[in-house]
C-alpha cells in the first residue's frame, strides 16, 4: 500500500440474510412489494401484461417479489482468482469437489436451481451478458387458471371491492410458489462461489411473479395469469462488471484471457528452483503493472470499489491498468497457489492490517511466505518508487516484533512498521503469523542482505538502526500525535458512552474503556468558536477539565491512540557490529469521534407515586435551560431508562408513567439548551428512587 489505501472488502464466511416486506408467503414465510430493478423489470415483463378479453384491466394485479441476499461473501477478486485456477484445470479441490447442495434440493426449487446455474456459468465465460432468468410456470408445475375449489375457497373476488382479486385468493395462489429464495441462493453460493464472481452481494438475487387478474365465469370466478406467464429470476451485477442485470461481457471475457497469462508465467519459470521462482515472479509482477494512484482518490471520493483492486488486472496484457496494494499481494499468492513447489512447505498467504511509515500510514495488505516452517515477510507493493529498498528489505525478509505489537523493518533512513487487523488475528493461527526474525537471504533486521540462498536461515541477523526518539511515556508528544496515522484497527470512543459531572470548578468527563488503546486526546471549544483546546488523560477512561464558563455551551471530542514499540531494536554498522540505540515508538490512532454538545449545567429532581401507574416529578428550575430530559427506569443504574422531554424552562412539574416491570422506580434528569438547532445537553443528576 502506497499513501492511502483503504482495505474495503475482505473475504469473509458466507452466510445469507433475507430482505423482504409486504405480504407474507406462505412457504417462505416473507415476501416482497418491491419490483425487479428497472433494468430487469424493463427486459423481464411488460407493465400490463396482456389476458384474455373476459379479464376485467382494473382486477390485474401484481403477485409479491421477494430478494435474497448474501450479508458477507468473499470478495470478487478472490473468487475470480478462484474462477481463474479453475478454468486452468489447477484448482484440485474444485475438480474432486461433489456439488450437494443443488442435488438436495427438490421441486421447484431444484428446477429454479438448475436454471440459475445454467446462467452463472455462461454469465461467468462471458458467453451471456444479461443475468435475468425467465422461467415457463408450466415448468414449474404451475397451472394458467385457478378456480376458488382449487384454492379451497369460496370464491376469489374480494367481497368490498367487486371484480378485484380477494386477499385470500392472492395468498393461495402465492401458495403454488414453493421456492424458497434463501435455500436456493444458500446453494448456489456454496457450489458455484467462483463462478459468482461478478454478482453483487449486496443486491442481491430478485424474485418476480407474474401478474394475476380476476376471471368471471358468472360463479365464483377464476384466477387467471397473464399469457405466456414465467416467473423471473435476476442476479444483480457488481459495478466493476457491469450495472442492474446486465455483464459487460468484455471484462467476463478477459478473466479467460487473465487465466491463460497467469498459466503462461508459471510455465515460463518452470525450470527454475523454488527460490529463483519466487524471485521471478516478483519480477514479472512488478514490470506487468505500476501503482495506481488515481484509483485511491476514485475510492476517497465515491467508495466504489472495482477493477483497480482485482487480480485480473495483473495479468491482463494491459499496460495501462495497475493496481493497488491488494492487487500487487493477490497477483503474487495466485502465481503461488498455482506452482507446484519441489519444497512443499512453501505456502503463500495475503494479510490485512495498517502499515505506518514516517511519511505515509493507512490500511494495507502484504504476504507472508512460508518456507521450511519460518515465515517471511514480502510487500510488493512498496519495492516501487524513489525510497524502496535496493536489495531484499521487502521480500522474503525476517524482523523483530510480535504478533500482538507489530513489526517494523528498517533500511537507509527508512521504515515500515506492519500491524495486523482483527480480521487477519481471527482468520489466522499465531504461528502462522509469527515472523523469523532473520529473512531468508540471510537479510538481518534492517533488512540489508543479497540474494543468496541460506538453507537454515541462521546466519547472523545483526541490528536494525534506529530512526525515532525512545519514549517510555504513554503520551505522544504533539508532533507524533498529529503525525500518527489513521487506522481502522484502533477503535473510537462511543460518544454515547460519555459521561460528565460538575467537581467544584472543574467538569469531569468520563467514558467507557476501548479495548487495546493506550491513550486519549480530548479536545473542546466554545461554541461558536473554531479554536480547538486539547488534553491527554494519561491513558485514563477520565480527564477534568478546568475553567469551562458555567451554564456554558462547549464541543467535546475524544480520539484514541494506540503505542506500538520495537523494544530490541538497535543499530547495525556495515561490518555487522552492533551498537546500541533507542527504541523505536510508533503511534496509530482512531480519528476524531463524533462531537458531543455539552451544557455546564445541572438541575435537580424529586418525586413521589401518584397512583399505581403514574409518577409525579418536580424539578428545580435551571436558569438558561431551554428544557429537560427526565430519565426513568426500574434499575438504579438507570438500565433501559425511559426518556421523556420537557420543552421549555417553565414546565418543571410532570407527570409520567412507570416502568411496569418491577415495583422500584428511579429517576434523573438533566437540563439542555437549544443553540442553532443543535441541543446541548447538561450533567445528569443523581439518581431518586420513588417512594
Known amino acids: 500500500m502506497k499513501n492511502k489505501i483503504l482495505k474495503q472488502f475482505m473475504t469473509g464466511a458466507i452466510t445469507i440474510a433475507l430482505v423482504v416486506s409486504g405480504i407474507m408467503l406462505p412457504a ?121 375449489a382449487d384454492l379451497g375457497l369460496d370464491t376469489i373476488f374480494d367481497a368490498e ?36 464472481y461478478w454478482y453483487d452481494k ?62 503462461a508465467v508459471v510455465a515460463k519459470y518452470k525450470g527454475l528452483s523454488d527460490i529463483e521462482k519466487l524471485k521471478a515472479y516478483r519480477d ?40 493497488v496494494c491488494e492487487g500487487y499481494s493477490k497477483a503474487f499468492q495466485y502465481l503461488c497457489d498455482l506452482t507446484d513447489f519441489t519444497d512443499k512447505t512453501i505456502v503463500c498467504n495475503s494479510v490485512t492490517g495498517d502499515m505506518v511509515s514516517g511519511a505515509v500510514s493507512g490500511p494495507h495488505m502484504w504476504n507472508i511466505v512460508t518456507i521450511g516452517r519460518k515465515n517471511y515477510l514480502t510487500d510488493l507493493t512498496n519495492m516501487e518508487g524513489d525510497k524502496a529498498p535496493n536489495n531484499n528489505e521487502l521480500f522474503l525478509t525476517g524482523v523483530d516484533g510480535s504478533v500482538e505489537d507489530g513489526y517494523k523493518i528498517s533500511w537507509s533512513d527508512q521504515y515500515i512498521c506492519y500491524l495486523y487487523d482483527n480480521m487477519t488475528l481471527q482468520g489466522y493461527e499465531k504461528a502462522e503469523l509469527t515472523l523469523a526474525n532473520c529473512g531468508y537471504f540471510g537479510q538481518n533486521k534492517a533488512g540489508s542482505g543479497e540474494e543468496k540462498s541460506s538453507e537454515d536461515g541462521k546466519t547472523d541477523p545483526g541490528k536494525a538502526s534506529g530512526d525515532g526518539e525512545g519514549n517510555d511515556s504513554i503520551t505522544p508528544t504533539d508532533e507524533e500525535a498529529d503525525r ?16 460528565s459531572r460538575i467537581s467544584g470548578k472543574s467538569t469531569e468527563l468520563s467514558w467507557k474503556k476501548v479495548k487495546g488503546v493506550t491513550n486519549y486526546r480530548i479536545a473542546w471549544r466554545e461554541a461558536g468558536s473554531e479554536k480547538w483546546k486539547t488534553v491527554w488523560s494519561e491513558g485514563k477512561t477520565s480527564v477534568k477539565i478546568g475553567k469551562l464558563k458555567k451554564k456554558g455551551l462547549y464541543d467535546i471530542r475524544i480520539e484514541t491512540f494506540r503505542r506500538v514499540r520495537n523494544e530490541s531494536d538497535t543499530a547495525s554498522g556495515t561490518s555487522g557490529e552492533t551498537s546500541s540505540a533507542s527504541p523505536i ?50 434499575s438504579k443504574s438507570m438500565k433501559k431508562a425511559r426518556v421523556k422531554t420537557l420543552r421549555g424552562n417553565r414546565h418543571t412539574r410532570q407527570v409520567i408513567s412507570r416502568p411496569k416491570s418491577s415495583g422500584r422506580c428511579y429517576v434523573a434528569v438533566r437540563p439542555y439548551r437549544m443553540h442553532k438547532g443543535v441541543r446541548y445537553v447538561g450533567v445528569c443528576s443523581a439518581v431518586k428512587q420513588v417512594k
Request: hydrophobic share 40%.
Open 28 to 148: 417462505q414465510a416473507m415476501a416482497a412489494t418491491s419490483a425487479l430493478s428497472p433494468a430487469a423489470t424493463a427486459s423481464a415483463a411488460s407493465t400490463k401484461g396482456d389476458f384474455p378479453r373476459q379479464v376485467d384491466p382494473d382486477s390485474v394485479t401484481d403477485l409479491p417479489a421477494q430478494r435474497a441476499k448474501s450479508s458477507r461473501l468473499a470478495d470478487s477478486d478472490e473468487l475470480l482468482t478462484g474462477y481463474m485456477k479453475q478454468q486452468m484445470g489447477l484448482d484440485d479441490d474444485d475438480n474432486n469437489r461433489r456439488i450437494t447442495r443443488g442435488s438436495r434440493l427438490t421441486g421447484q426449487e431444484r428446477i429454479v436451481y438448475n436454471k440459475l446455474k445454467e446462467r452463472i456459468r455462461k454469465v461467468a465465460a462471458g458467453k451471456v451478458s444479461s443475468t435475468i432468468v425467465s422461467i415457463p410456470l408450466s415448468d414449474l408445475g404451475i397451472q394458467s387458471r385457478y378456480s376458488a
Open 161 to 196: 371491492k367487486p371484480g378485484k382479486v380477494s386477499e385470500a385468493a392472492r395468498q393461495a395462489v402465492n401458495a403454488q410458489f414453493t421456492v424458497n429464495l434463501y435455500t436456493v441462493l444458500t446453494a448456489l453460493l456454496g457450489d458455484f462461489p467462483y463462478e459468482l
Open 202 to 263: 449486496t443486491e442481491g438475487v430478485i424474485f418476480k411473479a407474474p401478474k394475476i387478474a380476476a376471471f368471471n365465469n358468472g360463479k365464483q370466478g377464476f384466477v387467471v395469469f397473464e399469457d405466456n406467464a414465467c416467473a423471473t429470476f435476476a442476479l444483480t451485477v457488481a459495478r466493476a462488471y457491469g450495472s442492474g442485470c446486465e455483464v459487460n461481457t468484455e471484462k467476463t471475457q478477459a478473466a479467460q484471457t487473465a487465466a491463460e497469462n497467469a498459466k
Open 284 to 323: 514479472e509482477i512488478l514490470s506487468l503493472v505500476d501503482y495506481n494512484y488515481d484509483a485511491v482518490l476514485k475510492y476517497e471520493e465515491d467508495a466504489i470499489y472495482g477493477d483497480p483492486w482485482q487480480v485480473i488486472y495483473v495479468f491482463d496484457g494491459d499496460s495501462s491498468t495497475n493496481v
Open 484 to 499: 500518527a496515522g489513521i487506522s481502522p484497527s484502533v477503535d473510537r470512543v462511543s460518544i454515547a458512552d460519555l459521561e
Open 585 to 634: 515508538t510508533v503511534w496509530v490512532r482512531s480519528g476524531w469521534s463524533k462531537t458531543a454538545h455539552y451544557f455546564v449545567g445541572k438541575a435537580k429532581i424529586s418525586a413521589r407515586r401518584k397512583g399505581r401507574a403514574r409518577i409525579y416529578v418536580r424539578i428545580r428550575r435551571q436558569q438558561n435551560a431551554s428544557g429537560y430530559q427526565v430519565f426513568c427506569s426500574a
